[in-house]
């Protein structure tokens, strides 16, 4: 269950095909189960407060900082050369660029960045039937206002969800039609956590803000490894020149800001841990509100399938590949023991 584009979701599994042969016969309904305690008509209690920012919401915008703070920088510059070329303030296009992380909770925007970038689709008329009344009964137990939130629908066979953007929340085709009603809102609830607790919205933000810094380094380091690439092919010795003369400018800068640039190092690691830690809350949130159980059977399947597709994966020497420490640092989601083991005390029958 995902935020975009950094999209709060557990990891996609991929699943097998939903129906035996390949006529165009339709899957049997996912059975209805939920215990609906919020029946239409009845009155529902709305929070004052149904939206807010959490620590880890504010501990990845203090983390996007810097990368922010580097594409000011690249943005700053771009706009000088554009000054100086084409004669426009070079403020004008800065101020902009700065102001322009308020279209996160523009509707419009939303719509065209749930279509066209995260490949997402308004539900169909027996899709929304199936959707709403789960929808529902997961905002009123919550306490919020779910027409405030955009229903989408991914055409993919995974068993996945998204909370992205300030209202969009995304369950794929997969999920809606075989996931059982007591599960699918299990699984919204977790989304809808993401939402409250401000996930989303600042995961999108900083990505927006840092992009001219990524793109700017991505240009960078397209040129460092053409011009080595190019150096290798005249000489030995033009290469050893071109390595040290990068190798002095990296000294240089990063004696020149106090070491501050080695710190960029680290930043995805701890933003990994920070989004880890997101998706905990967002269990937590589905489980405080009466779902931990169904959520906990849903992070059981996908563990389960997870595990197949590793068995699928196996090399011919039959030994599992392992993952290395890093990139277990640098994974965004809990491993599902994990989740499974934090949601426990949910579990446990009141006394």
């Not at 809350?281 to 590793?310: I, S």
């Amino acid at each position: 269950m995902a935020t975009s584009p950094e999209p709060q979701h557990p990891a996609s599994q991929p699943t097998p095909p939903r129906y035996p042969g390949t006529g165009p016969a339709q899957p049997p309904p996912a059975p209805d189960d939920l215990d609906y305690r919020n029946a239409p008509g009845n009155r529902i209690h709305l929070k004052a407060h149904q939206r807010g920012t959490d620590a880890t919401a504010l501990g990845k915008l203090a983390l996007h900082v810097p990368g922010f703070l580097i594409s000011l920088l690249v943005v700053v510059l771009a706009t000088w050369l554009l000054d100086e070329f084409v004669g426009l303030p070079y403020w004008i296009p800065t101020v902009v660029w700065v102001l322009s992380g308020a279209l996160v909770f523009h509707r419009p925007t939303e719509d065209y960045f749930a279509r066209y970038l995260l490949g997402l689709r308004r539900p169909m008329p027996g899709e929304m039937a199936r959707l709403a009344p789960v929808w529902r009964e997961v905002t009123a137990r919550a306490g919020v206002d779910g027409r405030r939130y955009e229903l989408w629908v991914e055409n993919s066979q995974d068993l996945n969800a998204y909370a992205a953007a300030g209202h969009i929340v995304g369950i794929t085709q997969y999920a809606l039609e075989q996931l059982p009603s007591a599960q699918l809102a299990a699984v919204l609830a977790h989304e809808l956590g993401h939402h409250t607790g401000g996930h989303a919205w600042s995961s999108l933000l900083g990505y927006w803000y840092a992009l001219p810094g990524r793109t700017a380094w991505r240009a960078i380091r397209t040129v460092v490894v053409f011009s080595v690439t190019f150096a290798s092919d005249v000489s030995w010795l033009a290469t050893t020149v071109l390595i040290a003369v990068i190798g002095a400018l990296t000294v240089v800068t990063v004696t020149q800001f106090y070491g501050l640039p080695l710190l960029l190092l680290a930043l995805p690691y701890l933003m990994a841990a920070v989004a880890r830690r997101s998706e905990l809350r967002a269990d937590a949130y589905a489980a405080v509100h009466g779902f931990g159980p169904k959520l906990a059977e849903v992070l059981q399947t996908m563990h389960g399938m997870e595990q197949q597709t590793l068995l699928a994966a196996l090399p011919a020497s039959g030994s599992p590949t392992r993952t290395g420490p890093l990139a277990r640092l640098l994974c965004e989601h809990p491993d599902y023991p994990t989740r499974l083991l934090r949601l426990q005390p949910y579990l446990r029958p009141a006394r």
